[in-house]
């Protein structure tokens, strides 16, 4: 039996690196959480701790597929989201952005759910617009080894506004930029991850490029609550929405910022720059502090402590 304001919400990629946060927020709002994921990227690891709420369920179920369920209201975030893992097999990145949307699309419109899309600053490409703004349309490569994962995101929020203009359906579209965090992969190759495992384990920090090219990076609770600000807002509120941390810095600065709070001794080395690697991202946040009333709040030093622990911690067991 549920109480008559329990949601039963639907997390794709909830066994993830953002999923299993975004999990463990809903129930602590008291709701029921059915999370839907492969195991691709995500592991059982980063739900264990969930495993014996009864509040909470575990489907293994790969969203290129049907999917037949009730529920409330979804959050679509399955999809790798790091160049490594997106690029392993790319057709399949695809598939997951583009059919898993219509698939989630499809749900939504059958069960009238509120659907959530967790889209990226990947849409902007390499962008000659800094920082971006929502209303930017990007510079995207469509044939390139990033475009997998950039042109199956562009077309996700393309189908996403026409089920919301065809269909009417209640649509919630955020532009993820780079977060990072506890639960992280340690090995999934992104620059945060990679950077604290090497300067624990005493390894060389791998810098692509000079280390000039720029990102910001927010702390996984500061994006967890701007997720839930923008599904509590009304239907005229579609998005998309950035969500991010403006803190701009470059690569070089983040691998000496994370060698000094880790008090190792390794050394920093370059490797070659991936192909079309933007060379700098920030989100212009405006519309997420006037519409949803949302800022980040965890500064960079602050949020690295808690993810160096994490790893720490993790590497020892
Ligand atoms: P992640 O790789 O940790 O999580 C993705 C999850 O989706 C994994 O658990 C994986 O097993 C699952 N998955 C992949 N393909 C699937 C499929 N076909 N069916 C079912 N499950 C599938 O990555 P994350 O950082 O947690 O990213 C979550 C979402 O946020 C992704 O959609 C990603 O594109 C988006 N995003 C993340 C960031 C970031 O900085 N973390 C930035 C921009 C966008
Ligand atoms: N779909 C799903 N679960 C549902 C309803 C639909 O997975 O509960 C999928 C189904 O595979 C369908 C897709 O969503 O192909 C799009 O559904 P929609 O109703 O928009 O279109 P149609 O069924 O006409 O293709
Ligand atoms: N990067 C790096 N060393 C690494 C991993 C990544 O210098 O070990 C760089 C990468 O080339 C990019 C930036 O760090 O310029 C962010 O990379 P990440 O894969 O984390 O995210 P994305 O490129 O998707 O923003």
């Given at each position: 039996m549920r109480y008559a304001n329990t949601k039963k919400v639907l997390v794709t990629g909830g066994a993830g690196f953002l999923g299993s946060h975004l999990c463990e927020k809903i129930l602590d709002q008291?709701?029921?959480?059915?999370?839907?994921?492969?195991?691709?990227?995500?592991?059982?690891r980063n739900i264990a701790h969930l495993i014996d709420n009864p509040r909470f369920e575990m489907m293994r179920h790969d969203i290129t597929f049907p999917l037949y369920v009730e529920v409330d209201e979804i959050y679509n975030l399955a999809c790798p989201a790091s160049p490594v893992h997106y690029q392993f097999d790319?057709?399949?990145?695809?598939?997951?952005?583009?059919?898993?949307?219509?698939?989630?699309?499809?749900?939504?419109?059958?069960?009238?759910?509120?659907?959530?899309?967790?889209?990226?600053?990947?849409?902007?490409?390499?962008?000659?617009?800094?920082?971006?703004?929502?209303?930017?349309?990007?510079?995207v490569n469509p044939i390139g080894f990033r475009s997998c994962y950039d042109e199956g995101k562009r077309c996700a929020e393309t189908l996403f506004f026409d089920y919301y203009?065809?269909?009417?359906?209640?649509?919630?579209?955020?532009?993820?930029?780079?977060?990072?965090?506890?639960?992280?992969?340690?090995?999934?190759?992104?620059?945060?991850?990679?950077?604290?495992?090497?300067?624990?384990?005493?390894?060389?920090?791998?810098?692509?490029?000079?280390?000039?090219?720029?990102?910001?990076?927010?702390?996984?609770?500061?994006l967890i609550d701007g997720f839930l600000a923008l599904m509590e807002t009304g239907p005229e509120i579609t998005g998309p929405i950035n969500i991010g941390n403006p803190g701009e810095f470059t690569m070089l600065q983040l691998a000496e910022l994370i060698i000094e709070m880790t008090n190792s001794s390794s050394k920093i080395v370059t490797r070659p720059l991936p192909p079309d690697d933007p060379r700098q991202r920030r989100p212009d946040i405006s519309k997420a502090k006037a519409l949803l009333g949302w800022e980040p709040t965890v500064p960079l030093r602050a949020g690295l402590s808690r993810t160096i622990n994490y790893f720490d911690h993790y590497i020892r067991n």
């Open positions: 008291g709701h029921e959480v059915l999370c839907v994921d492969n195991f691709f990227t995500g592991t059982r790319p057709v399949q990145t695809t598939k997951t952005s583009v059919v898993g949307a219509i698939n989630m699309l499809g749900l939504a419109k059958r069960v009238k759910a509120k659907v959530f899309q967790a889209s990226t600053s990947e849409v902007y490409g390499d962008p000659e617009v800094h920082p971006q703004p929502e209303e930017y349309w990007g510079r203009r065809q269909h009417k359906l209640p649509i919630k579209v955020v532009r993820i930029f780079n977060t990072y965090g506890p639960r992280m992969h340690p090995n999934d190759g992104r620059v945060v991850s990679n950077f604290i495992v090497q300067a624990l384990k005493g390894s060389d920090l791998t810098i692509y490029g000079d280390g000039s090219q720029t990102r910001s990076f927010c702390y996984v609770d500061d």
